[in-house]
């Protein structure tokens, strides 16, 4: 234990120093394929080392291939944080190792996830009854979503299979996690809708009535709409109101993906987002997304717990009890539960309500004043409202411009940001979601970005 | 940041001291139902709070709450070890907050991934050319090993849905996650057969002859079979040569489970106990159980990653590369992944081959021990071998004495056990793992039993 020490000690002073000191690395990693399999011995050591070498090796091989998503500059996908005070849970909830896949095994696993759940549903204005558990991934919390949706129209599912009538409906600019959630649980792709959307990526509720009454006619069974709070793409919101109409009407399950953009209600004058979402059947959003908390952590809500547990719950001999415990073993896929309420909770009490909505209102803001900055600027268009921290622009050119530039802006390892493609055209993104992403970072983007438009004309 | 290296610095002696002194914590905490939730506000705090006031209240609430899963006489379910190296590394993981969903996102998440895995192919003599991914737990590992057999024998699944005439097979000792693996799928629990096993609770090969050859006249699939390499009640040892014949005679996809015993096979005299998993199509284990690395890292194994891919691949464009880095989301449900290579690399390294295998060949020689003990005690039956680290047993007598047994050593603060139904019979489990567990802690337990024992006659 006295190496631990030692070294647990000299550990914390470099997560410190490496968090008040990003600018030392490259935001992305410039190794190649390869390199990191190539830097290490294709055979594990016979006899053990010391952590010393080990750290020695960390900082020469493994650091040089990790992309720094905990770096101010990181602008890609959606941008996130590792915030000190989550490091410092996670570092207790590793020690403990509590797996709290019954309530008894270790009781505050199980309760302090119903506390920060129950905090957050406050916060943003949700039922306060709600069910909720943490998943690892927002994937895996809308495969819970379509899976409870199922059981809730065919619960006969569970003994004889999965019928292959079944219709599920999404948004054109919906994640593919739906679609693979879908696929996964034997709801083939056929059976999956594309709903098309409007001029800022908004589903059409009209498109989604036709589709639903054109299946009906064929003979198929709707039985799930799928709606999204920020896509990934442009981070549009799906008009969660009249898509719970519809789902109401018609008699689907509403499961709301709200992963990235689910967060910022916490703001009060952001909470429009998730009107409507007080109707639906389940929700995902994901702390680790924009929250100040690392992966993985992504929330998953259900209105109704008796159907989920109807989907998922078998419990066998060794892991019957008899106390009256929530058992959230019964609610899902995975047995083993890792204690990450605890790092939720930690930034729900570090920051405060207030805190995290100041950093998340700040961060809003500057995004908007550095879009305003893009769209005056004749070289650039925006392609998106950026509503939120999410900017979708393009150089004025062709696609091909567009990519030279992204290369040029992510090799010179100042920044990274990502691209996709929105209505058959390239367009590039900047995501802001890192606590530590200021106004001098945005002004030096805007810096690089306005020299190197001017050296490709 | 000066509040973090204070607090950083802080908690690293805390842990110390935790992992020090574990006889200050009662093992099984004796909290009631909704004692944590009713300890704590029901609102989060709108301003926030000092890291020191939070510390305060997670010593005082969250930790009498806390069941000690890594304490030396923790001896439930299957037990076991967050080591001090794995600590540090999941320290580093959090700051660095890396997320490798695909390689390009990350290369080091992705390539050390692929080398830790293949290093333990190497010590366990299995193929060194099988594709191998982490995730969470081995009941999402077995659901892809079953997914992916289905994208074997149905593949237009993806595309049409799930088809109701395929059959599972595993034994009637099999984890409840294959059960619901199949089920979460869409294959009906009508589509699952419990084998039956023999005295030592070992699958019956000939067994699942007869069930094949019975749903195939019936017009069924048969299609995968689960074969259990240390079960959860028993730690029994299905014969996996024999399945493994009859998997390739019948054209079924053979899906290993060794999520707890798999460990055991860095030992090269217990490396029998994967006789036969060589000719898998995919197999699970776990070393967040038996391999001295906190949870959650569950490995999964597969010889055809082309099938695995086939039953999971869906990139949207804003995920398309063109580089060859290997992107692991094709290849699974998650997207997000957390960089959970690095605490097995640090582990790998720190105790290296031998010093690993001299912990699991000292846990077993000690487990022996005590059941020679117990078995040549009148009082008490060992009711299965107990050839890893596991020994099933019973103080002679009804299963409500054995109820009482299991309270009163339990209820004393100082072991956990479990309990299981084996053959309609309740049966107490000591399950050895943790690797502070000693000699020592064993003779305690058998005195505190023996006195126990004495009282209640």
Known sequence: MREFREFGHKMIDWVADYLESPERYSVLSTVKPNDIIDGLPAHGPEQGETIEHIFEDFERIILPGITHWNHPRFLAFFANTSSPPAILAELLATALNANGFIWKVSPAVTELEVVALRWLL?????????????????????????????????????????????????????????????????????????????????????????????????????????????????????????????????????????????????????RWILDGCERADSLVFNPHKWLMVPVDCSVFYCRRPDVLRHAFSLVPEILRTSDSGLNLMDYGIPLGRRFRALKLWFVLRYYGHEGLAQIIREQVAMTRDLRDRMAEDPRFEICAPAQLSVICFRQRGTDEANRLLLDAINGSGRFYLSSTLVGGRYILRIAIGNMFTSRATLEELWSLLDALVATME
């Not at 800022?200 to 036709?210: G, H, I, K």
């Open 122 to 270: 406050h916060w943003f204005g949700l039922p306060r009854d709600w069910f909720g558990m943490i998943l690892d991934t927002a994937s895996t919390a809308t495969l819970h979503g379509i899976a409870a949706a199922r059981a809730a129209i065919a619960p006969e599912t569970r003994d004889i299979g999965a019928p292959n009538d079944l219709v599920l409906y999404m948004s054109d600019q919906a994640h593919s996690s739906v679609e693979k959630g879908a696929m996964s649980l034997g709801i083939g792709r056929r059976n999956v809708r594309s709903i098309g959307t409007d001029s800022e990526f908004r589903m059409l509720p009209e498109l989604l009535v036709d589709a639903i009454q054109k299946d009906r006619e064929a003979g198929l069974r709707p039985f799930c709409v799928v709606a999204t709070v920020g896509t990934t793409s442009t981070a549009s919101i799906d008009p969660v109101p009249a898509i719970a109409d519809v789902a109401e009407r018609e008699g689907l399950w509403l499961h709301v993906d709200a992963a990235y953009a689910g967060s910022a209600a916490v703001v009060p004058e952001f």
